[in-house]
């Protein structure tokens, strides 16, 4: 029993520290979003990556980078309605 409700504590500590690892109520939306946004920032934080990146488009890197921040916004579109 001790086990389970260590492993539960642990759980909630890691959901609290780390956005992205979800919950129960997590939709599909938020998580998809959690990831291109993971995503993202991994691009812009190797600099090979988006070397790489830039020469497959042909743009500068810094427009490439710049993309990348603007995608982070709404990355997979609007959310879609709530139902009640």
Excluded: F
């Excluded at 642990?10 to 938020?30: P, R």
């Amino acid at each position: 029993m001790a086990d389970k409700l260590r492993t539960q504590q642990q759980l909630e500590s890691l959901q609290n520290k780390y956005i992205g690892t979800g919950h129960a109520d997590t939709t599909k939306h938020e998580w998809t979003s959690n990831i291109a946004r993971d995503s993202y920032a991994s691009y812009q934080g190797h600099p090979p990556l988006l070397h790489y990146m830039s020469i497959g488009m042909g743009q500068p890197m810094e427009k490439v980078r710049m993309h990348c921040m603007e995608r982070m916004v709404q990355p997979v579109g609007p959310a879609p309605p709530v139902e009640d």
